[in-house]
Structures are given as structure tokens and as C-alpha cells.
């Protein structure tokens, strides 16, 4: 393991009411291939998911990727929650402190791998779901293309709702008075107080932030910073950096699954030991109430009604007059997978489509494992999920949320998207492909391109 910082910043996280991490957590990790044919080795940084919340490079296995023995790998760790992403929206704490962690790391990659066997001037960035947002968050910095050859962000982007979100100056001071910092409205003698506070304080008090079970998700995530904020991640929305054609042009490619949002509308389907019911009933009775926490939009909007119009549309689009229950789940998941995952992948590919000029992939996976994030949530094994958030990037990277042992169709696809990033890696004009198939250029496109990757082969739809 490699330590790319002498000091000791905490990287602790909040899990079923435990606490677990490591203080001295600034580090990457890098696997070596037991290669002996080749002196040097093309590199894939791998940054991870957990919502910016949890999670932890050491989670995702990496002995599957590795036995293609083609690749160098670094794991990039970086600060999480509240510890990571704190914002009183001025330059006094202005945020993403874990996106500027990520970036410091890709920058030491880029100048030391290759001591290590790597080819500095051969760096794929790949992520999966808050992974995936960061890689594209990476990206927005223009200089990333002296960083990176190319990027991959699987079931995560910066437009995704739970990526960006307002509301943070309000979270921070709410923070800072559930330990113990009192009703201030001064960001420097808030963040002096939190300083003073102990990093299990700190991210303890992720539980007052939620609504029930582990919702929402994101408490704390990335926020656009004030002009004048130091060394400012980003200043302006995603969308506004995307339009202004002003970030890093690298061949990228972006995807989602059929049923991403089995994260996490599956938790609904948990029986509740009081009775005896599934959670997702009581969105009869709450659904005004949880909806704007469950998908991510009571900070965009601007009065009550707002957010009551747009709960009211949505569950008539998705469900009509039907109740919530164990029946309309799957309409529900479906709706958790466009508003959370679907709709936003596809924006960016337009956006792309008009304002890229390096070469913009899109891809969507669907072939469902034998058990995944869907029945880990919800704690059951007798519904089918379908293809749930994971189940593509799983196969790269082994990872408790679903069985390790793979079925023999998904032992080739495997194998294929190992190929796949390998290539793409290595092409000198971007091309990506994944077993026979080409994917579709999605810049200066009439349309959105997407490939379609089963168990039976892919396709572009």
C-alpha cells in the first residue's frame, strides 16, 4: 500500500448504527500484475461507490480484475459523509473535501505509477454509482485530460438528483447543532467548533439526517462552491460546465441498469418485525411526506406545494389509482431507476451529443444476478428484482452485496468488459467495444446511442 499523505484525516462511516472506518484513510493501493512478459502495464484508478456517505476501496475485490494479469490497479480512498462533504456554501467551508481527495490522488498516480510498472500516459478513471458521479465530477476539470487517457462511470453521473443537491449551509449548521455547536449562524465559528469535535461526533450525527431506515441515501454529497471558496472544486452547476463545452475531452462512456433503482426502493419490501408488513405500505399513508427524501428533490424545490405537485405526478405516471404494496413494487422500482438513475444518464448523452467533441459511449446491462443489492435491502429472497444497481459492476469487482460465484454466462461477460476496459485503454482514437460489438459515438449523433449488453449477446438499440 501506498500513502500519499503523511497526515491524519478521518474517513469514518455510519453503518446500521455502527461506526467503522480508519483515521489515517488518504491512501491508494496499488496491485501489480504477476507478469513477467512486460516491463510496463497500461493503469486503471478505481475510485469507489457508497453514495459519498460509506463504502471503502478495500470492499470491492479486486482478485477477479487482477487475473486478467494486463492491467496495474490503484484503489483511491477519500473522505466520506459529513467528513467529506460538509458545506456552509461560503469560502469558510465551502466542500467537497473527498472530490479534492480523489483529485490530489489522480494526480499522484499521474506523476509516480511509473515507478511502479505503470504508463503514465495509459490512466483509465472507472467508478460505479457515486464512483461513477465522481469520475464525471473528475472530468469537469478541463486539466483531467493531461490525467486521465480515458474514463468509464458505471450507474453514476453529476446530473444524477442524488449527486449535486442544495440545501448543504442548512445540513452543516444543522450538523454543528446536534454536536454540540450550538445555534451559531457564523460558518467560522461553526467550522472551529466542528474541529473541535470528534470524527465518530461528527459522523454519528449522520442519524438525525434520516427520514427512516437509510434515507435519504445522501445527506452530504457534492455541492457547487462559491467563486471566492480556495482551490474550489467547482463553481459552477454540471450542467452549466457541460454546456460551456469547458471540461475534459476524453473518450467516456456512462451506464445504467434496467433496474438500478432496486437501490433503494428494494428496502421497502423489508417486513417490519412490529407488523408483520412490508415498509412500502406505509407510502400510502406517507408518500407526500417521504417521496421528496426518497428521490431527491425537496431541496430543488421552492415551496411545499411544488414538492406535493411533483410527488402527486409522479405516483400518477407510475402506479395510477393503485396502492403501494408488495404487487406495484416493481412500478415503483421502476420509478426509483428513472428518476434516480435512467433519466439523467440519458440527458448527459444529449448533452454530450451537442457540446463533446471526444468520443461519449452509453451502455445499459441487463441480465439479472441470482441475488444482488435488491434481496441484500430488502432481506428476502422470494421477489425478482431484475437487474439491479451493481449487477454489471459486481462482475468486475467482487463485493459482498451479491454472491461470488459467478454463473457461466456471466463468467464471459466478465471476461468481456475486462477486455473491454483493456482496449479501451490501449485505442488510440477512443474506439470502445465489448465482445463483437462496436459501441456508437454518441457526439454530433442524431440521436442517443445506446448499447445493450445481455446474457445473450449485445446490441445497439
Same mark, same amino acid.
Given at each position: 500500500?501506498?500513502r ?6 478521518p474517513?469514518?462511516w455510519?453503518?446500521e448504527r455502527k461506526?467503522a ?5 488518504l491512501t491508494?493501493s496499488?496491485?501489480?500484475?504477476k507478469n513477467?512478459?512486460?516491463k510496463?502495464?497500461p ?8 453514495a459519498?456517505m460509506f463504502?471503502?476501496?478495500s470492499e470491492?475485490g479486486?482478485d477477479r480484475?487482477?487475473?486478467?494479469g494486463n ?5 483511491i480512498s ?5 467528513l467529506g462533504?460538509?458545506s ?8 467537497n ?9 489522480l ?5 509516480n505509477i511509473a515507478?511502479f510498472?505503470?504508463e503514465?500516459?495509459n490512466?483509465?478513471?472507472?467508478g460505479h454509482?457515486a464512483?461513477?458521479?465522481? !469520475?464525471?465530477l473528475?472530468m ?9 487517457k480515458?474514463a468509464i462511470?458505471?450507474s453514476g453521473?453529476a446530473?444524477?438528483?442524488w !449527486?449535486?443537491?442544495q440545501?448543504?449551509? /442548512?445540513r452543516a449548521f444543522e450538523l454543528?447543532?446536534i454536536?454540540g455547536?450550538?445555534q451559531t449562524?457564523?460558518?467560522l465559528?461553526?467550522k472551529?467548533c466542528?474541529?473541535s ?13 434520516? !427520514? @427512516?431506515s437509510?434515507?435519504?441515501?445522501t445527506?452530504f /454529497? ?5 467563486a471566492?471558496?480556495?482551490?474550489? @472544486?467547482?463553481? *459552477?452547476h454540471p450542467i452549466d460546465?457541460i454546456?460551456s463545452g469547458k @471540461?475534459?475531452?476524453i473518450?467516456?462512456a456512462?451506464?445504467?441498469t434496467?433496474e438500478d /433503482?432496486?437501490y433503494?426502493a428494494a428496502?421497502?419490501l423489508?417486513? *417490519?418485525?412490529?407488523?408483520g408488513q412490508?415498509?412500502i405500505?406505509?407510502l400510502?399513508d406517507?408518500? @407526500? ?5 426518497l428521490?431527491?428533490y425537496?431541496?430543488?424545490m421552492t ?8 410527488s402527486?405526478? #409522479?405516483?400518477?405516471e407510475y #402506479? /395510477?389509482?393503485r396502492?403501494f ?5 416493481l412500478d415503483l422500482q421502476r420509478?426509483?431507476t428513472?428518476?434516480?438513475f435512467?433519466?439523467?444518464?440519458e440527458? !448527459?448523452?444529449?448533452?454530450y451529443?451537442?457540446?463533446?467533441k471526444?468520443?461519449?459511449y452509453g451502455?445499459v446491462?441487463d ?5 444482488g443489492?435488491g434481496q441484500a ?14 449487477d454489471d459492476y459486481?462482475?468486475?469487482f467482487?463485493?459482498s452485496?451479491?454472491e461470488?460465484?459467478l ?6 461477460i ?9 482496449d479501451?485503454?490501449l485505442?488510440e482514437?477512443g474506439?470502445?467495444a465489448?465482445?463483437?460489438?462496436v459501441? *456508437?459515438?454518441n457526439?454530433?449523433s442524431?440521436?442517443i *446511442?445506446?448499447?445493450s449488453i445481455?446474457?445473450?449477446g449485445?446490441g445497439?438499440?
Amino acid at each position: 500500500m501506498v500513502r500519499c499523505l503523511d497526515n491524519k484525516i478521518p474517513c469514518i462511516w455510519i453503518l446500521e448504527r455502527k461506526l467503522a472506518g480508519d483515521e489515517d484513510c488518504l491512501t491508494v493501493s496499488i496491485y501489480k500484475p504477476k507478469n513477467s512478459s512486460r516491463k510496463s502495464f497500461p493503469v486503471a484508478a478505481f475510485i469507489h461507490g457508497g453514495a459519498f456517505m460509506f463504502g471503502g476501496s478495500s470492499e470491492d475485490g479486486h482478485d477477479r480484475f487482477m487475473s486478467d494479469g494486463n492491467l496495474i490497479l490503484v484503489k483511491i480512498s477519500y473522505r466520506l459523509g459529513p467528513l467529506g462533504f460538509a458545506s456552509t456554501g461560503d469560502a469558510n467551508l465551502s466542500g467537497n473535501f473527498g472530490l479534492k481527495d480523489q483529485r490530489l490522488a489522480l494526480l499522484w498516480i499521474k506523476q509516480n505509477i511509473a515507478s511502479f510498472g505503470g504508463e503514465p500516459d495509459n490512466i483509465l478513471v472507472i467508478g460505479h454509482s457515486a464512483g461513477g458521479a465522481s !469520475v464525471h465530477l473528475q472530468m469537469l476539470h478541463e486539466d483531467f485530460r493531461n490525467v486521465a487517457k480515458a474514463a468509464i462511470s458505471f450507474s453514476g453521473n453529476a446530473l444524477d438528483p442524488w !449527486v449535486v443537491q442544495q440545501g448543504g449551509r /442548512g445540513r452543516a449548521f444543522e450538523l454543528g447543532r446536534i454536536v454540540g455547536c450550538g445555534q451559531t449562524s457564523d460558518s467560522l465559528k461553526l467550522k472551529k467548533c466542528l474541529k473541535s469535535k470528534s470524527a465518530s461526533e461528527i459522523v454519528s450525527a449522520v442519524r438525525s439526517f434520516l !427520514v @427512516f431506515s437509510y434515507v435519504p441515501f445522501t445527506p452530504f /454529497g457534492p455541492v457547487v462552491e462559491p467563486a471566492d471558496a480556495p482551490e474550489a @472544486f467547482i463553481t *459552477q452547476h454540471p450542467i452549466d460546465i457541460i454546456q460551456s463545452g469547458k @471540461f475534459a475531452q476524453i473518450p467516456w462512456a456512462l451506464s445504467y441498469t434496467t433496474e438500478d /433503482g432496486g437501490y433503494n426502493a428494494a428496502l421497502l419490501l423489508e417486513k *417490519q418485525s412490529s407488523t408483520g408488513q412490508e415498509l412500502i405500505e406505509e407510502l400510502n399513508d406517507r408518500w @407526500f411526506d417521504w417521496a421528496p427524501y426518497l428521490l431527491f428533490y425537496r431541496d430543488s424545490m421552492t415551496t411545499i406545494k411544488d414538492m406535493d405537485d411533483c410527488s402527486r405526478k #409522479l405516483r400518477q405516471e407510475y #402506479l /395510477g389509482d393503485r396502492r403501494f404494496n408488495v404487487e406495484s413494487y416493481l412500478d415503483l422500482q421502476r420509478l426509483f431507476t428513472d428518476v434516480l438513475f435512467k433519466n439523467e444518464t440519458e440527458k !448527459v448523452l444529449d448533452l454530450y451529443r451537442k457540446h463533446g467533441k471526444s468520443p461519449v459511449y452509453g451502455f445499459v446491462y441487463d441480465n439479472p444476478a441470482n441475488a444482488g443489492i435488491g434481496q441484500a435491502l430488502a432481506k428476502r429472497t422470494d421477489i425478482h428484482f431484475g437487474t439491479v444497481h451493481g449487477d454489471d459492476y459486481f462482475l468486475i469487482f467482487e463485493n459482498s452485496a451479491r454472491e461470488f460465484q459467478l454463473r457461466s454466462d456471466e463468467k464471459i461477460i466478465s471476461r468481456n468488459f475486462l477486455k473491454m476496459l483493456n482496449d479501451f485503454i490501449l485505442s488510440e482514437n477512443g474506439t470502445l467495444a465489448f465482445d463483437t460489438c462496436v459501441f *456508437q459515438d454518441n457526439v454530433d449523433s442524431s440521436k442517443i *446511442q445506446l448499447l445493450s449488453i445481455t446474457r445473450n449477446g449485445c446490441g445497439n438499440l
